[in-house]
């Protein structure tokens, strides 16, 4: 499996709890900051559920 590198694009301001405790997992906590990780089924379900407040791109 590849990497992923996942970019926070917009605030969490105005999500809901559970949002903002996914992009503090995935490692992300300012907009523009990012995280590699290694492409699995865990972290895509992870993007899914904040899909409208990030970027993927595949590495």
Known sequence: MGKLRVTQVKSKIGSTVR???TLEALG???VDSFREHEDSQVI???ITKVNHLVKVEEI
């Open 44 to 46: 895509r379900g992870m």
């Open 28 to 30: 992300l906590k300012k």
């Open 19 to 21: 949002q903002k405790r």
